[in-house]
């Protein structure tokens, strides 16, 4: 069930990434999501930041074909389905932990 939430969170990341490391503190109840909603980056920026911000939940990440396919999805997507499927992903129980480091990913991947 967990890898379940992280994958779709994963993509609702922006990723970014987009994002998840279990060791990331638990972000505000209502935290600013723009930067994900609103991400220019590309896969391999979001993947590389990813990777900077937590190595392992990024190698956790290119492990599931299905969170590759959903945020190469997200980065596809217009700016409103964006919002809905970050939306549908703060419906899962546990994704609230990963909603810091998707915001990390997407505030640095411009730098990869």
Same mark, same amino acid.
Not at 84 to 89: A, P
Not at 107 to 112: A, D
């Given at each position: 069930?967990?890898?379940?939430?992280?994958?779709?969170l994963?993509?609702a990341?922006?990723?970014?990434?987009?994002s998840?490391?279990?060791?990331t503190?638990?972000?505000?109840?209502?935290?600013?999501?723009?930067?994900?909603?609103?991400?220019t980056?590309?896969?391999?920026?979001?993947?590389a930041?990813?990777?900077?911000?937590?190595?392992?939940?990024? =190698? %956790?990440?290119?492990?599931? $074909?299905? /969170?590759?396919?959903?945020?190469?999805?997200? &980065?596809? *997507?217009?700016p409103?389905?964006?919002q809905?499927?970050? =939306? %549908?992903?703060q419906?899962? $129980?546990? /994704?609230q932990?990963?909603?810091?480091?998707? &915001?990390? *990913?997407a505030?640095?991947?411009?730098?990869?």
């Open positions: 069930m967990l890898k379940l939430s992280l994958t779709r994963m993509v990341g922006g990723g970014l990434a987009l998840l490391a279990i060791a503190g638990v972000a505000s109840a209502d935290p600013d999501l723009s930067p994900l909603v609103n991400t980056c590309t896969y391999p920026q979001a993947m930041a990813l990777n900077a911000e937590s190595p392992a939940t990024a =190698q %956790q990440f290119a492990a599931s $074909p299905v /969170a590759q396919g959903w945020l190469r999805s997200f &980065l596809g *997507a217009p409103d389905q964006r809905r499927m970050i =939306q %549908q992903v419906t899962m $129980p546990g /994704a932990q990963y909603i810091g480091v998707a &915001l990390q *990913a505030n640095t991947c411009q730098n990869f």
